[in-house]
């Protein structure tokens, strides 16, 4: 739907203004316009990244509009956002200046024409259409060396319609994927940058470093095939003379072709390397001549055919019964002849006859058997050849070339026939090698998107040239099959070199006016192939290393002053070496078809993805495209890459896949706002409306961590070793938020919990924690993880167990908010239901990289809380660090209980729950309130005494010291009267001296004898007495068990319901955990965490 913009002047009263049509302009000056506005290349250039910044909004935004102050009345209202939201008519002023010219390399007479001294830079305009950009580059890389030395032989082996099987797979798959490119170009301005920038911004970082590199590998490859092509054209059909390896016998000949090539190939391709690094403006200039040649070899292929038909070329093939002869080393096809009223041996029977031309030496039997018959090669159009080209004849290794329906007599013995100069396969072939062989004959379809930056339109020329480009070609190759087939004799279309016409370049014998315009055409058509090959991929691995996601590839995002990748064009020169050190054409050519067939797969992917989403910005202009469509080419590509070869496919997807693993977890971070970002959002998203708020099931609960930080007054982690505990507990599995609260508001302490924030996952990361973080800004910390408990987590994906360090200085600390703030936080994960964890001495715990070795885990039962206490040494135990643990589980016996039955039912229970461990059951019998317990629970409520008096206002405590004093000018009973009432002091000498009569006193005595004792004793609580009797006793017993394992797994008893008496419970569970070094105290969340069913 079209938009309509108008465009309404606003005059500022001190500005004049002039109108030019019907538009009103500010006449204002413009002398520091064009620095502004102009697009530098220092301004979009980024470290570590080779294309523009994507962290604006808006298109080369630049440190420099900062500086910009707005100065008028009529937008005073916005002026304070100036700095960050600038004018629409900014804006505007920067789309219209924007260009997306190359920003790699520059030229050599563009930087030597640059001139010292500031200077405004005037950005040049693209100029290239549709047709000068991208559909004759498009037409340069598709057609080349496959259609001049292989097309013909496809066809004589494969058969018309296999043939033709194979070109409209093929070309089925690129044209699909043109279209799926075609919706991505045209998806907002492609910078320079290609495929590359494509696949990565759509697909992340991850597959476009993966495929970027495999795209990569694939181009360098091509370019080995190119220089194998041109050396094949030269030594065979060019200069055969000027070979080094010559083979003396015919057996000998494919292994001397062999080193032929690699020798030609290697100095070859020192000599492309050269000329690209010395002079790439000359590789430029020279691409229309290349193009030339392929477009006058085609025309000249098309001319021969028409004129077969009426005047078919002379090119005769011997044939010795129906099998084809080599014509090298004969020019008659003759067995004998007269010579001087004498009949002799040819040169062919000498050939066959031992090197003797005399009529009575022994000769091969089949030779003996047959006769020669001299066939056309090329009958034409009107011969009706094109029924024997109809269907396949595959064959294995040295299968002799054989004309059908030709009489022939077999003969015995045919061992000798690898020795004869007979037309033979030189490789095995069948279907899917055809396949592999013929894919990079369609490829190049991303020339014309590799040239984004040179073009006026981009985003129409590139789906227009490219889909015409493929069109055009897929016609060539189609109609190339068919006469191919239908002028060309089946025999010399088999023969893979033109041995049987003299070695003649089979496509060749049927151009006109002669031959060797095919020749020398295909010859440079290679020859600039290979040095386009050359020049793009060094470029591409550049683009890929200055975006700095895999990171030893650092090194080759640098090259000469000029930008030239001199680095990576040494990189891509060894590894085309190791395809020219194959020297096969036949066997490089399936290679870099995986490579770009794994290209075209992940485009057609990124299309597919993007379009399923429905991504606000994805608004492709071309228009002409489905996520059908993009899934078919998706899975024809895949298809081709087993059908080529199974192998070569696992080969290229592994390598991919080790790419993706290595750049996930060693590359720099990206955000490119690519598709699989948004699949996973959308995963995500449909997952947790899928799940379930309510709770798991048993079988399936795990502990989702919630685990409460506290930071240092540097904002650095008090206690990171919380985190390898949480590691160690979860293995990577299951929900992991790691939670900060900071005091005050996000106002004032926004950068400061961004900074703790960062603190934190950095300490994530060194604990390899895999969660995510969340820092909350609150007036006071108990609101702060009141709220974290309450709200962390989304829907179903909420946290069901709360992990916290216990707070070890809560007696030294002035502050009860300490301890306060500990309590309510048990208490709120009581009545939220989750299960609470308590780390103490957690800084002695051991780190991720510590393997603890033989020792204990033991597991304190004393009340059933759902089976936690069982659950986590399992989880321990899976982990590095605790493997080595045994699992030790004690549980407590009153008077009345049988602990022997109690211990086989415990063991049975363990053996239903499928775990290992000990047991042992401890017995504790009543026995009398000792007098170390009356004293430790005096000490406790003179403590808290003392610090509720210490809480007393300044006022408050000047009048009660008033108030004694007057007590002690009245008499010294009344003092004596008043403190018994009020509040008991106590000294820690008086603590010492009362704990060692105490603990010297008999254990026997009666408890009323020993109120007798201390009288100060009698106004104690009792309930406090209770509780720290089972304390002191039930520490006893397992500092007695447990003091030396590695780690105690004990129940937490719950806060008192009377919030008076917090502080007596700290007291509590200090003298709990008291001599224990490392101990876990477990709140289960009041339900069943493990079961015995399956």
């Excluded at 294995?396 to 026939?417: F, I, N």
């Excluded at 991919?656 to 990206?670: T, V």
């Amino acid at each position: 739907m079209p938009t309509n913009f108008t465009v309404v002047p606003v005059r500022d009263g001190r500005r004049k203004t002039r109108k030019v049509g019907s538009v009103e302009e500010e006449e204002e000056e413009e002398e520091d316009v064009d620095d502004n506005n102009v697009l530098r290349e220092a301004d979009e250039y980024a470290p570590g990244d080779g294309l523009r910044k994507e962290s604006s909004p808006f298109i080369n935004n630049t440190d420099n509009d900062k500086a910009i102050s707005y100065d008028g009345k009529n937008m005073a209202l916005f002026e304070e956002e100036m700095d960050s939201n600038p004018m629409v008519s900014s804006l505007l002023n920067k789309l219209a200046n924007y260009t997306n010219l190359t920003q790699g390399a520059q030229e050599h007479e563009e930087a030597d024409e640059e001139e010292a001294g500031p200077k405004k830079k005037a950005v040049k305009s693209p100029q290239m259409g549709t047709f000068m950009g991208v559909y004759l580059p498009c037409l340069q890389n598709i057609l080349g060396v496959i259609l001049f030395l292989r097309l013909t032989w496809i066809v004589g082996t494969a058969g018309i319609v296999e043939s033709l099987a194979i070109v409209v797979m093929c070309c089925s798959c690129t044209m699909l994927t043109a279209i799926s490119m075609s919706a991505i170009a045209t998806n907002g301005v492609v910078p320079a940058g290609g495929s590359y920038y494509m696949i990565s911004r759509s697909l992340g970082p991850e597959f476009g470093g993966a495929v970027g590199l495999c795209f990569y590998l694939g181009t360098t490859f091509a370019g080995s095939m190119y220089i194998l092509g041109t050396i094949e054209i030269l030594l065979t059909y060019i200069v055969p003379q000027a070979a080094i390896f010559v083979a003396e016998k015919k057996e000998d000949e494919p292994a001397a072709l062999l080193n032929n090539m690699r020798v030609y190939g290697t100095c070859c391709l020192t000599l492309m390397s050269l000329v690209v690094f010395v002079g790439v403006k000359y590789v430029n200039k020279l691409a229309l001549v290349f193009l030339a040649c392929v477009v006058l070899s085609i025309l000249a292929i098309y001319a021969g055919v028409i004129k077969t038909a009426f005047d078919p070329p002379d090119f005769p093939v011997c044939l010795l019964g129906n099998r084809t002869l080599q014509n090298l080393n004969f020019d008659k096809c003759l067995k004998t002849e007269e010579v001087g009223n004498q009949t002799v041996g040819t040169a062919l029977w000498a050939l066959f006859c031992g090197g003797s031309r005399a009529l009575n030496a022994s000769c091969n039997e089949y030779f003996v058997l047959n006769n020669v018959t001299v066939i056309q090669g090329i009958p034409g159009l009107t011969s009706g050849v094109i029924s024997d080209n109809m269907w396949s004849d595959y064959g294995p290794l040295g299968m002799l070339v054989e004309k059908p329906r030709q009489p022939a007599v077999l003969a015995a013995d045919t061992s000798q026939d690898v020795y004869l100069p007979y037309v033979v396969n030189d490789i095995a072939s069948f279907f899917t090698l055809l396949v592999g062989i013929y894919f990079p004959s369609v490829t190049g379809i991303m020339a014309g998107s590799n040239r984004s930056g040179d073009l006026r339109d981009a985003q129409k020329s590139i789906p227009i040239g490219t889909i015409l480009a493929i069109a055009t070609t897929t016609f060539i190759y189609l109609t190339s099959v068919v006469l191919f087939g239908a002028c060309i004799d089946t025999v010399l279309l088999r023969d893979k070199f033109g041995d049987s016409v003299k070695r003649n370049l089979v496509i060749g014998t049927l151009s006109w006016p002669s031959p060797w315009v095919i020749v020398i055409g295909s010859f440079f058509s290679c020859c600039g192939a290979g040095l386009q090959s050359l020049t793009g991929a060094p470029r591409l691995l550049q683009a890929i290393a200055r975006d700095g996601i895999v990171p030893f590839l650092a090194v080759f995002g640098h090259g000469k002053a000029n930008g030239e990748p001199t680095w990576a064009l040494l990189l891509s020169g060894g590894i085309c070496e190791i395809g020219i050190l194959i020297a096969s054409l036949d066997a490089v050519a399936p290679i870099l078809s995986m490579f770009f067939l794994m290209c075209y797969l992940f485009v057609n992917l990124a299309c597919a993805v993007q379009t399923l989403l429905r991504t606000p910005n994805w608004r492709p202009r071309f228009k002409y495209y489905h996520w059908a469509l993009s899934f078919l080419g998706m899975s024809l590509c895949l298809s081709l890459m087993f059908i080529s070869s199974w192998y070569y496919a696992i080969v290229a997807m592994v390598i991919a896949g080790l790419i993706y693993k290595y750049i996930e977890y060693r590359g720099a971070e990206k955000e490119w706002g690519d598709g699989i970002r948004g699949l996973s959002l959308n995963a995500a998203r449909y997952a947790l409306i899928r799940l379930e708020e309510a709770p798991p099931h048993t079988k399936n609960w795990r502990p989702q961590m919630l685990v409460l930080l506290n930071v240092d007054t540097d904002l650095a982690v008090k206690h990171p070793r919380l985190l390898s505990l949480t590691t160690q507990l979860k293995a990577g599995k299951g929900l992991t938020i790691v939670g900060n609260v900071l005091e005050g508001t996000y106002l004032t302490k926004d950068s400061e919990a961004k900074t703790a924030e960062q603190n934190i996952k950095s300490s994530m990361a060194a604990e390899r924690t895999k969660g995510f973080c969340h820092v909350v800004v609150s007036s006071n910390l108990r609101d702060g993880f009141s709220h974290l408990i309450q709200s962390a987590g989304l829907g179903g994906m909420k946290h069901n167990t709360v992990l916290m360090a216990w707070p070890g200085t809560w007696k030294q600390s002035n502050d009860p908010a300490s301890w306060k703030n500990f309590i309510e936080t048990v208490r709120e994960t009581t009545a939220t239901h989750h299960a609470l964890l308590v780390a103490k001495n957690v800084d002695s715990f051991p780190g991720n990289l510590e393997r603890l070795g033989e020792g204990t885990i033991d597991v304190w039962w004393v009340v059933h809380d759902g089976g936690m206490l069982m659950l986590l040494p399992f989880l321990l135990r899976q982990h590095k660090v605790w493997r080595k643990c045994k699992m030790r589980i004690f549980t407590v016996a009153q008077m009345d209980d049988n602990s022997i039955q109690m211990k086989k039912d415990l063991q049975m229970f363990l053996y239903h729950l499928r775990l290992d461990a000990e047991v042992e059951v401890v017995e504790m019998h009543d026995s009398d309130i000792s007098a170390f317990t009356y004293e430790k629970t005096l000490v406790m409520e003179q403590r808290s005494q003392m610090l509720k008096q210490m809480q007393l206002s300044r006022n408050e405590r000047e009048r009660e010291a008033q108030l004694i004093h007057d007590r002690n000018t009245a008499s010294h009973a009344a003092l004596s009267d008043a403190a018994a009432g009020v509040h008991m002091t106590w000294t820690k000498e008086k603590l010492f001296t009362e704990r060692h009569r105490g603990r010297e006193a008999n254990a026997n005595v009666a408890v009323r004898d020993l109120f007798n004792m201390k009288p100060e004793w009698e106004n104690l609580n009792q309930s406090n007495v209770r509780r720290m009797h089972t304390a002191v006793k039930l520490n006893e017993v397992v500092v007695n068990k447990s003091q030396g394992a590695h780690l105690v797994l004990l129940n937490m008893p719950g806060p008192p319901r009377n919030r008076g008496g917090d502080e007596n419970y700290m007291e509590f569970l200090e003298v709990l955990l008291e001599g224990l070094n490392r101990v876990l105290l477990v709140r289960g969340g009041g339900r069943e965490v493990i079961t015995i069913y399956s």
